[in-house]
């Protein structure tokens, strides 16, 4: 018989403690990593184990998902975090600020527009990331890196949102540091702290060069439910 999982050797644990590793060599405070649990396709049952092993920030990737099983588990766990990491449709704008507390994939006028909207209009300031299309690949949302400082520059002029950061998500086909160090190059000219890189596979990478926030899916709950 399997031994069951404890607290100590636990995915989760598993996570965490490659995130110190990473941090050390890197000579930076693990406080200053955000590890962001990736729980897309995974029911409450599978997301509750987690929660108990103390993780409170969560991503998802669609907001119909996530409204169907984080409003219940937010009111039980209030300290619960939420990060919408997926491409966000302007007309769920509404819904998106009303449940996330942050949001990693801005990355149009028409969405900067919607968010303003329901920013003023609900008084929610969820952390917008505007994401970056650092392999211009046209199967994939965000903004290409040559026009990532105007579109930050409307986003603060025009619609008046506080961007704080940038969120990249490297082509699969190719190696992701040369992505990692653009996007933080592209955040350091525009002031912004906060930058949403690595996931499973390669987020110690990410945090040797700035990442803030890693997320982790696979690591930490298994392979994706279809």
Same mark, same amino acid.
């Given at each position: 018989?399997?031994?069951?999982?404890?607290?100590?050797?636990?995915?989760?644990?598993?996570?965490?403690?490659?995130?110190?590793?990473?941090?050390?060599?890197?000579?930076?405070?693990?406080?200053?990593?955000?590890?962001?649990?990736?729980?897309?396709?995974?029911?409450?049952?599978?997301?509750?184990?987690?929660?108990?092993?103390?993780?409170?920030?969560?991503?998802?990737?669609?907001?119909?998902?996530?409204?169907?099983?984080?409003?219940?588990?937010?009111?039980?766990?209030?300290?619960?975090?939420?990060?919408?990491?997926? *491409?966000?449709?302007?007309?769920? %704008? =509404?819904? +998106?600020?009303?449940?996330?507390? @942050?949001?990693? /994939?801005?990355?149009?006028?028409?969405?900067?527009?919607?968010?303003?909207?329901?920013?003023?209009?609900?008084?929610?300031?969820?952390?917008?990331?505007?994401?970056?299309?650092?392999?211009?690949?046209?199967?994939?949302?965000?903004?290409?890196?040559?026009?990532?400082?105007?579109?930050?520059?409307?986003?603060?002029?025009?619609?008046?949102?506080?961007?704080?950061?940038?969120?990249?998500?490297?082509?699969?086909?190719?190696?992701?540091? *040369?992505?990692?160090?653009?996007? %933080? =190059?592209? +955040?350091?000219?525009?002031?912004? @702290?906060?930058? /949403?890189?690595?996931?499973?596979?390669?987020?110690?990478?990410?945090?040797?060069?700035?990442?803030?926030?890693?997320?982790?899916?696979?690591?930490?709950?298994?392979?994706?439910?279809?």
């Amino acid at each position: 018989m399997t031994a069951p999982t404890t607290a100590i050797d636990s995915p989760l644990a598993k996570v965490r403690a490659e995130i110190s590793r990473a941090c050390a060599e890197a000579k930076r405070d693990p406080a200053s990593v955000t590890l962001v649990a990736i729980s897309k396709t995974f029911g409450v049952e599978v997301i509750e184990p987690v929660i108990a092993g103390g993780q409170r920030v969560f991503g998802e990737n669609r907001v119909q998902e996530a409204k169907a099983k984080w409003p219940a588990l937010k009111a039980r766990f209030p300290d619960i975090e939420l990060h919408l990491v997926g *491409p966000l449709q302007s007309n769920k %704008a =509404k819904e +998106a600020v009303a449940l996330f507390d @942050a949001i990693h /994939s801005l990355d149009r006028a028409s969405l900067a527009e919607a968010l303003a909207k329901e920013i003023a209009r609900q008084g929610r300031t969820p952390t917008l990331f505007v994401e970056v299309n650092t392999g211009a690949e046209p199967q994939k949302s965000g903004v290409l890196p040559e026009e990532t400082d105007a579109f930050i520059a409307a986003c603060r002029e025009r619609h008046g949102l506080a961007v704080a950061g940038l969120m990249c998500l490297p082509p699969l086909n190719e190696a992701p540091a *040369p992505h990692f160090a653009l996007t %933080a =190059k592209i +955040a350091r000219r525009n002031g912004l @702290a906060l930058l /949403s890189m690595g996931m499973s596979a390669d987020f110690p990478l990410a945090i040797q060069l700035g990442a803030t926030h890693v997320r982790v899916g696979t690591a930490i709950f298994g392979e994706r439910r279809s």
